[in-house]
T-cell receptor, first 113, second 114 residues
Framework: AQTVTQSQPEMSVQEAETVTLSCTYD???????LFWYKQPPSRQMILVIR??????QNATENRFSVNFQKAAKSFSLKISDSQLGDTAMYFC??????????FGTGTSLTVIP | GAGVSQSPSNKVTEKGKDVELRCDPI?????LYWYRQRLGQGLEFLIY????????KSGLPSDRFSAERTGESVSTLTIQRTQQEDSAVYLC????????????FGPGTRLLVL
């Protein structure tokens, strides 16, 4: 079975600091995709970053980067220079060959001014 | 351009009634997904449409749930004989194509069953 685990229900970070959100997953597949989505209080889910499992290079998107460890099945998100607008729920997601998304339970991140 | 839209944004209904939720995907997106998000939880996959292929209904929790999509346009999710445990936010997403493509989410419909 495919599962996604986010072990940190809540986190906080000072503005301008760096924070890392953890995510592990379980799959027997070799080729897959991983995503981090952000859901602010407005409820709109927004893609933060996407990683293709066959690529060894970690994806980066401005202040957001991932540490993808395929053997360990780990996919953490690092947010650098945290901003107040980063306050949101962050969901890690895995997509299977059947095109089904499996989401973690989320990490609530609060950026403190 | 226009994003994914969903209507209504909020729906309150009585237990036992049927409800219909609507999703308008981004134009040109062949894939469409429905998810359920219960309070404080992650997303739960419900159903997936891809072009004219048979939909993947494996996530539907019971036969009270059904969804339709006409071609590559609007989709409706219907919940019959609603129960209180159906209360949740129902999210729709669309993507350009298949596996690995970024999904773009709508704002969701918050359903409350009294």
């Amino acid at each position: 079975a495919q599962t996604v685990t986010q072990s940190q229900p809540e986190m906080s970070v000072q503005e301008a600091e760096t924070v890392t959100l953890s995510c592990t997953y379980d799959t027997s597949e070799n080729n897959y995709y991983l995503f981090w989505y952000k859901q602010p209080p407005s409820r709109q889910m927004i893609l933060v970053i996407r990683q293709e499992a066959y690529k060894q290079q970690n994806a980066t998107e401005n202040r957001f980067s991932v540490n993808f460890q395929k053997a360990a099945k780990s996919f953490s998100l690092k947010i650098s220079d945290s901003q107040l607008g980063d306050t949101a729920m962050y969901f890690c997601a895995f997509i299977s060959t059947g095109n089904q998304f499996y989401f973690g339970t989320g990490t609530s991140l609060t950026v403190i001014p | 351009g226009a994003g994914v839209s969903q209507s209504p944004s909020n729906k309150v209904t009585e237990k036992g009634k049927d409800v219909e939720l609507r999703c308008d995907p981004i134009s040109g997106h062949t894939a469409l997904y429905w998810y359920r998000q219960r309070l404080g939880q992650g997303l739960e996959f419900l159903i997936y449409f891809q072009g004219n292929s048979a939909p993947d209904k494996s996530g539907l929790p019971s036969d009270r749930f059904s969804a339709e999509r006409t071609g590559e346009s609007v989709s409706t999710l219907t919940i019959q004989r609603t129960q209180q445990e159906d209360s949740a936010v129902y999210l729709c997403a669309s993507s350009l194509g298949g596996r690995g493509e970024t999904q773009y989410f709508g704002p969701g419909t918050r359903l409350l069953v009294l």
